[in-house]
């Protein structure tokens, strides 16, 4: 027996230990018996759900402020940024929009997601950021390599000092380019599409990408939506 | 040129014929027979010779697209009235990769058609795949409906993979390719009695005269 939830079939266990997340009584007849002795499933298994596509049905089901509360996190750094962008009203006018623009950096203790592991496989410290869609106003957490985000921004990668890391420096590491440092003419955004236009066009492109740097992401991207 | 005009005479060639083919963005293999009085005869001074200047003087589409595939055919050389150049003229045939879509519909059992109406929001799928069928909602799925749903699946592939369309074109020539679904984004999917409507998009080749 199997449960379909949001499309995606989920074997029958698995599948109502999601249904009890998505739905606070019981949706099917068959299941009254047992709703009240199944489990919720928590985000620490979800994350370890192999198939992807089961995954994001999933962090669907918990939700993010049920994910939030359970993995606890700590907030490490918070940056407000100034923005301004335009966009057409229903007359079909060009009205310009300035507002605020939140970022958060979020910890994780790695013991979180370690729980049964042996030693050697014991997770290190997470990190994700939380920011918010400028037009549809949706919460998203994004998962970041804090390593790589130290690195990328002058920092040491083996040696990484936390505290010296901000949220802005984290949300540009998740945009790649393969626009060469100082060929960047300017950067426009519309959700998760990113358009790069480079100073020079003829320039010889970078052939591995590589993830944008804070003064890049605050100096370059002149409009957003 | 001299050198190869002199082996032309010598050799009593009447007229030369270049076999190519070309297509995804690079010509394929290309061969030469030249051909006399006595018969077809092979030279690869002359081959060679007219392999470096045949793409100065004829234009090859080597370039594909979704829709353009390539072109094949031959060039026929011939040495001018004067004996001091070569003509060459291309005759070829070019292919292009067409699409046709036909609307068949898919006789189901009775339980198969109510649990697509109570279950299945869309079917879609192609060659050499399985069929995809997307849910329209959540459900507990029996083992007995899991078997029905094998069954709806395989029918339909077997239906769609032994269909083979009538094409608009006579002279197309029918493509492996092809790919098929109940509906599209924003519509409902069609049943009459216990027929379901499928619509199966078949890739057929046509063939023109290159320019």
Redesign the interface.
């Known amino acids: 027996?199997?449960?379909?939830?949001?499309?995606t079939?989920f074997a029958?266990d698995l599948?109502c230990r999601l249904?009890k997340l998505?739905h606070e009584t019981c949706?099917?007849k068959?299941?009254e018996s047992v709703w009240g002795k199944i489990k919720p499933l928590t985000f620490s298994g979800i994350a370890r759900l192999e198939n992807l596509e089961q995954r994001r049905v999933a962090i669907i089901c918990l939700g993010i402020d049920r994910l939030i509360k359970e993995v606890n996190p700590k907030l490490i750094n918070s940056k407000t940024v100034k923005k301004t962008t335009t966009f057409v009203n229903k007359d079909g006018k060009l009205v310009e929009n300035k507002f605020n623009d939140t970022y958060e950096l979020f910890e994780v203790e790695g013991s979180y997601f370690s729980k049964g592991l042996k030693n050697f496989q014991q997770m290190e410290n997470c990190y994700f950021v939380k920011c918010k869609d400028t037009s549809t106003n949706r919460v998203y957490l994004i998962w970041v390599d804090i390593k790589r985000v130290s690195e990328t921004n002058g920092g040491s990668m083996w040696n990484v000092d936390v505290k010296k890391i901000n949220a802005i420096q984290c949300i540009a590491w998740t945009i790649q380019t393969t626009v060469e440092k100082g060929n960047i003419e300017k950067i426009l955004r519309q959700g998760d599409c990113i358009l790069i236009k480079p100073k020079d066009a003829s320039a010889k492109m970078l052939e591995t990408p590589r993830h944008l740097t804070e003064k890049e992401y605050r100096t370059l991207l002149v409009a957003e939506s | 040129m001299e050198n190869a005009i002199k082996i032309w005479k010598k050799l009593g060639i009447e007229s030369c014929t270049m076999e190519f083919d070309c297509g995804g963005d690079s010509m394929g293999n290309t061969s030469y027979v030249f051909n006399t009085k006595k018969g077809e005869v092979e030279n690869k001074e002359l081959a060679d010779y007219f392999e470096n200047i045949v793409y100065d003087r004829v234009e090859f589409y080597v370039n594909s697209d979704g829709h353009y595939q390539g072109e094949s055919g031959t060039v026929e050389i011939e040495l001018d009235e004067d004996g001091e150049d070569f003509t060459f003229c291309k005759n070829a045939q070019s292919e292009y990769n067409e699409s046709q879509t036909s609307e068949i519909e898919i006789e189901l059992s009775p339980e198969m058609i109510k649990f697509i109406k109570d279950n299945v929001s869309n079917i879609n799928g192609g060659e050499g795949d399985d069929a995809t069928v997307n849910f329209s909602r959540d459900f507990i799925m029996t083992d007995k409906q899991e078997k029905l749903l094998e069954k709806i699946k395989a029918k339909i592939v077997e239906e769609a993979v032994g269909f083979t369309p009538e094409l608009e074109n006579e002279d197309g020539e029918l493509n492996d390719w092809f790919s098929y679904t109940t509906n599209e984004d924003g519509e409902v999917l069609t049943i009459k009695g216990n027929s379901l409507k499928l619509s199966i998009t078949n890739s057929y080749t046509e063939f023109k005269d290159s320019d």
């Not at chain 1, 027996?1 to 499309?7: A, D, S, Y």
């Open positions: 027996m199997k449960i379909v939830i949001e499309n079939e029958y599948g249904l998505k949706p099917f068959e299941l």
